[in-house]
């Protein structure tokens, strides 16, 4: 079996080689004849803009390398052109005036030939730029006091005094301004804005004009495009009705409700300003007109994948169809298969030829129901059943079973959005199910069954970034709240609540960070794991060997405790390897009952040292991230976490690690690839008896390599 893994992997590889030299051969492209192609462009001497800033701007670009090595391959080579190149220094003298630098000056300093190909340097001189000394807001006579301030402060807000000028604040300033009006209810407010700029001086002034217009309700509602879908429950969702006070937060909040029936492809509310008429109380009315374009309400989805990383090796299909209009009424209903094999035990870094193929499977479906007592709830019913081996770090070994999951789970809950406050309370039932893939000539351990949990949960996050997929500033809270015990055999309260922030540095690089902490309180279980992680023995009261209720306790952990580690976590480990390590009698059963000595300096850490969870838990990373070519954009980071045995408990143990990774954004989200370097002195002690130490990397190199999907934080 080894042998015919290997000679599998042997022909792959000689496969995929041949299909990319293929592929680049009928990718190249050749140089046009009589005309230069642009190798490439360079523009020095600006500081304050970025090159990438720039290159947006000007139409000159310089030829694409496939893999940042090859011209002409897979892309088309870029055309010289002088006459282009004159526009392109113009371009990048308004740029600069746009941002408050008027005696900036951009010149071709030198040009390269070299037969067909041509090289350009740009050399920019920037000047001193013009600062905004003055801003002066008018026509707020006659708001209230409050109003009146708030205005000048959303103003200066966008446009903070002794700053460079710069033409997009003075017009996002004047967007702010006509916004917070919007949202106070004047819909007919008409802002005006001006600069006066003193060159000599090198300094502006900066005015608003406001004609407020009268305080405003909403009037009549149209929908256009509906098409066959009910109206009552769009208008249900929609929530606006005449006669209710104007507010562009809110027009802006049934837009989002809208949109979050997946019914839509898109939403547009206008509100008729030019058509409004007197109400009956003498203000004006302004009818809001709703267009809409109807999705396409079914789909079929079909995919696959792979993954390697430290854990393990698989390829799986996905098999998706979903309704958004289930039996009408904008009901949704949607069903996912993933059926897979895992490689075992294929894995980085060793990358060993398979001797098993673990055969897993998941089933996801899920129910939503739209308008469920209030037009803006939802109920939500979802479903999963999954089958997969659990498998850890460390070398494989026949003495050591191979351990499988059903695991079960189903919830059903209510979910509202309050703004950027989204709110979803359920109630969830999971069931793991034990089985084998591989059992030692030893047997199976009796004592392994069935354990369930049942309990409420309070999902919370505020979400004030200003993209979710591609954040670039703004703040992120979130809580967990599950409270275990209405039946099953759990009883506990588990609170997870962390924080994100987002700091812009420049235009297009994005400092990120984020801090997150757990707390468990088992009431009935538990008991068992600062004893196993210190001594690899359970407490006084427990049998030693394979005593059932210490079996039952480690199972609950497995399915209630905290664990850190891994691509969403600290990316110098892997998933679940910081935090209180232990024995796990079903994992050597045979051993156990032989007299296995776990405490022993030689024992073996793939039955002796397995993650127990933990009831402690904090983290917390910054990354920075910028772009590099395209799609394609990388990042440094450095993570840092601790799980702890005892309750409250936040010990300083940071096992820190630093290291690098790439992003390629793809229609599903951005696809991550991160190395993670654990740091030396800033792990675990080296002598701690409650934790593993992680296996090195190629060359004995303390790494490792995580995938995933979204950005990880």
């Known amino acids: 079996m080894n042998r015919d893994g290997a000679s599998l992997l042997r022909r792959a590889g000689a496969w995929l080689f041949l299909l990319l030299v293929v592929s680049l051969a009928l990718g190249c492209t050749r140089a046009p004849s009589q005309r230069f192609n642009l190798q490439s462009l360079k523009v020095t001497g600006n500081s304050q803009l970025e090159d990438a800033e720039i290159e947006e701007r000007i139409a000159s670009r310089e030829t694409p390398r496939f893999l940042g090595l090859f011209p002409g391959v897979i892309y088309d080579y870029e055309i010289f052109n002088r006459f282009v190149l004159e526009r392109d220094l113009q ?207 079914r789909s079929i989805h079909v995919g696959g994948g792979a993954l390697v990383d430290a854990l393990q090796s698989d390829a799986h299909l996905t098999f998706g169809w979903e309704n958004q209009s289930f039996l009408g009424g904008m009901r949704k209903l949607q069903f996912q298969v993933q059926p897979g094999v895992v490689f075992y035990p294929t894995r980085f870094p060793t990358f060993q030829a398979p001797t098993k193929l673990l055969p897993k499977a998941t089933f996801r479906t899920e129910f939503r129901q739209p308008g469920f007592i209030t037009g803006r709830t939802n109920l939500v019913l979802r479903g999963q059943v999954r089958a997969g081996p659990v498998l850890w770090p460390g070398d494989a070994s026949d003495k050591v079973p191979i351990i499988g999951y059903f695991d079960n789970r189903v919830s059903a809950g209510l979910e509202r959005t309050f703004r950027r406050l989204y709110t979803y309370v359920s109630h969830n039932v999971q069931v793991n199910v034990p089985f084998y893939y591989y059992k030692p000539s030893d047997g199976e351990n009796p004592s392994l069954g069935l354990v369930w949990v049942s309990y409420p949960a309070l999902t919370t996050t505020l979400d004030l970034r200003d993209d979710p997929i591609h954040p670039h500033k703004g703040l992120y809270l979130g809580n967990e709240l599950e409270v275990a015990g209405v039946g099953g055999d759990a009883r506990d309260i588990k609170i997870q609540p962390e924080a994100r922030v987002y700091l812009p540095v420049s235009k297009r690089v994005t400092l990120a960070s984020r801090v997150g902490i757990g707390l468990l309180f088992a009431q009935n279980y538990g008991e068992t794991v600062e004893s196993n992680s210190l001594t690899r023995q359970p407490p006084a009261g427990y049998e030693a060997n394979n005593d059932e209720k210490w079996i039952h306790d480690i199972q609950v952990m497995f399915m209630r405790g905290l664990f850190a580690g891994g691509s969403g976590s600290n990316r110098g480990y892997s998933l679940r390897e910081i935090g209180p390590h232990g024995r796990v009698p079903f994992y050597n059963y045979g051993q156990s009952t032989a007299g296995q000595n776990c405490a022993a300096a030689d024992a073996d850490p793939s039955v002796c040292s397995l993650p127990l969870g933990g009831f402690t838990l904090w983290e917390a990373s910054v990354e920075l991230r910028f772009p590099l070519v395209g799609d394609l954009a990388g990042n440094l980071f450095a993570d840092a976490a601790d799980v702890s045995a005892r309750r409250v408990d936040f010990r300083f143990r940071p096992h820190l690690s630093v290291g690098f990774g790439f992003r390629y954004d793809t229609p599903v989200g951005p696809i991550r690839l991160d190395l993670g370097y654990r740091v030396p002195g800033l792990q675990a002690p080296a002598d701690a008896p409650d934790e593993r130490k992680p296996k090195d990397g190629p060359f004995g190199v303390p790494v490792a390599l995580s995938f995933g999907i979204g950005e990880s934080y």
């Open 91 to 297: 371009r990048i003298e308004r740029l600069y005036r746009s941002r408050g630098y008027y005696e900036a000056h951009a010149r071709a300093a030198h040009v390269y030939r070299d037969g067909a190909k041509v090289r350009v340097e740009i050399v920019v001189e920037e000047g001193q730029p013009v600062l905004l000394r003055r801003v002066d807001v008018h026509g707020l006579e006659k708001l209230p006091p409050a109003l009146r301030a708030e205005a000048r402060s959303a103003v200066l807000s966008e446009m903070p005094l002794e700053e460079p000028l710069e033409e997009e604040k003075l017009d996002t300033a004047s967007k702010a301004l006509a916004r917070m009006l919007g949202d106070s209810g004047y819909a007919q407010a008409v802002v005006q804005k001006s600069a006066d700029v003193n060159l000599p001086k090198r300094t502006a002034a900066a005015g608003f004009w406001v004609n407020a217009g009268q305080p405003s309700e909403l009037g009549e509602v149209t929908l256009q495009g509906l098409q066959d879908l009910p109206e009552p429950k769009v208008r249900q969702a929609l929530a606006l009705e005449p006669g209710m006070a104007y507010s562009q937060s809110e027009l802006d909040e049934a837009e989002r409700a809208l949109l979050d029936l997946g019914v839509f492809a898109s939403v547009e509310i206008e509100p008729q300003v030019d058509k409004a008429t007197p109400g009956p109380n003498g203000k004006p009315r302004v009818p809001i007109l709703v267009k809409v374009e109807k999705a396409k309400l």
